[in-house]
């Protein structure tokens, strides 16, 4: 069986973890050969502190890239992140600012790769934020730019022509959706 990948998407603070680490233990009590790669970005905010240039959202992408690909060995592989996640968070960063030609290079490097690697996805799921945001001491943002991240993620699914699925409600059942949708029993 070829690996079944499946990205948790949404801002920060809004469950994918949490809904991951669920989806782990349940397809794991039933049977099932999953394993999961968490966000590379928290540990390297951990490790390193505050993102500050998109240079860094490149060397982030590299880092989830490693972290899925050793989840080859799956039959499922779930991760709360993407790698074409940096993308998202590289243009968020720029913002409206003039950018510079290394910028652009960088911007379009990881939007190209974004492309390429969204295909490799067999669901994307989007969590909508449903149960307000709460500061970890890691994410330096606040609910007001969590939600712009939301929209984001939200808009470049939109915008790409990507499929991807909502699940809602507790974590219970955020889960339960995602099962019944890989047809797990």
């Known amino acids: ?9 949404g801002g920060p603070r809004c469950g994918k973890t949490t809904l991951i680490q669920h989806l782990y233990v349940e397809m794991k ?3 099932l050969n999953v394993g999961y790669a968490l966000e590379y970005s928290t540990e390297y905010l951990k490790d390193k502190g505050m993102i500050e240039t998109i240079a860094e959202q490149y060397g982030i992408y590299l880092g989830q890239k490693k972290l899925e ?3 080859s060995d799956f039959d499922y592989a779930l991760t709360d992140y993407a790698t074409f996640v940096p993308y998202i968070y590289g243009r968020f960063m720029l913002g409206s600012k003039k950018r510079s030609k290394k910028e652009i290079q960088i911007l379009k490097d990881l939007y190209c790769l974004a492309i390429e690697d969204v295909q490799d996805y067999d669901m994307i799921v989007y969590l909508p ?15 007001d730019i ?3 991240i939301d929209d ?7 915008s790409e022509n990507i499929d991807y699925v909502e699940v809602n409600g507790t974590t219970k ?7 019944e949708l ?4």
């Open 146 to 148: 969590a939600l712009q």
């Open 152 to 158: 984001a993620i939200l808009n470049f699914l939109k």
């Open 29 to 31: 009590i039933k049977g």
């Open 182 to 185: 890989l047809e797990v029993e």
């Open 129 to 143: 934020r449903e149960f307000g945001y709460v500061q970890d001491g890691v994410r330096w943002q606040d609910e």
């Open 173 to 179: 059942e955020r889960a339960k959706q995602i099962l």
């Open 69 to 71: 690909d050793d989840l």
């Open 1 to 9: 069986m070829t690996t079944k990948r499946i990205a948790v998407l």
